[in-house]
């Protein structure tokens, strides 16, 4: 069966700090890898999605970027975080001939 | 654009009460429906979905069914437990490309004993 697995699961990190969150799906090949970000009290924000090795879609102009460097591997990465940075990053997979999107368990990330 | 547009929370009712969160959408194209569920502290959680219309997704006791002449996919439950206190959200996957979600805002359920 398939797995998704994020980390680190929580974050403190200090404004102007470096940021690399990772994600990987098992048991499948060649997956549609999506982040996104909830911040407080608010509903879920598409950040980046990905359908292959190397090929990323920015869906909101922002200080952050992604990364896909194996085909079930997915990074999340910032060079400066800021403040408005912290929120709950959420990964998810989707297989490539279905249209079903599962989660992974999610990183708590405060900008301190 | 598609769009999802959920029954604004926070809801609470009492354990045994009848559930129902509404659910509307739009969308250009025939989009699937889904329902996630998130626990405190936790990630999204798939608790039903439905990929056509008049089609019924069913789990845990919830069900919705997709109603493309109301474009609705009301979540309902006849029997809440104080174990279903979450934030409910209701999606669309408009089919098409890189297989995106359209989420609602969220519904904060609380369930009293």
């Known amino acids: 069966s398939q797995t998704i697995h994020q980390w680190p699961a929580t974050l403190v990190q200090p404004v102007g700090s470096p940021l690399s969150l990772e994600c990987t799906v098992e048991?499948?090949?060649?997956?549609?890898l999506y982040w996104y970000r909830q911040a407080a009290g608010r509903g879920l924000q598409l950040l980046f999605y990905s359908v292959g090795i190397g090929q990323i879609s920015s869906e909101v102009p922002q200080n952050l970027s992604a990364s896909r460097p194996q085909d079930r591997q997915f990074i999340l990465s910032s060079k400066k975080l800021l403040l408005s940075d912290s929120g709950f990053y959420l990964c998810?997979?989707?297989?490539?001939?279905?249209?079903?999107?599962?989660f992974g368990e999610g990183s708590w990330l405060t900008v301190v | 654009g598609d769009s999802v547009t959920q029954m604004e929370g926070p809801v609470t009712l009492s354990e045994e009460a009848f559930l129902t969160i509404n659910c509307t959408y739009t969308?250009?194209?025939?989009?699937?429906l889904f329902w996630y569920v998130q626990y405190p502290g936790e990630g999204l959680q798939l608790l039903l979905k439905a990929t056509k219309a008049d089609d019924k997704g069913s789990n845990k006791g919830f069900e919705a069914t997709y109603r493309k002449e109301t474009t609705s996919f009301h979540l309902e439950k006849g029997s809440v437990q104080v174990s279903d206190s979450a934030v409910y959200f209701c999606?669309?996957?408009?089919?098409?490309?890189?297989?995106?979600?359209?989420f609602g805002q969220g519904t904060r359920l609380t369930i009293n004993p």
């Open positions: 969308a250009t194209g025939y989009p699937s």
């Open positions: 048991g499948t090949s060649n997956p549609n």
């Open positions: 998810a997979w989707a297989g490539e001939s279905g249209n079903t999107i599962y």
């Open positions: 999606a669309l996957n408009p089919g098409q490309g890189a297989q995106k979600l359209v």
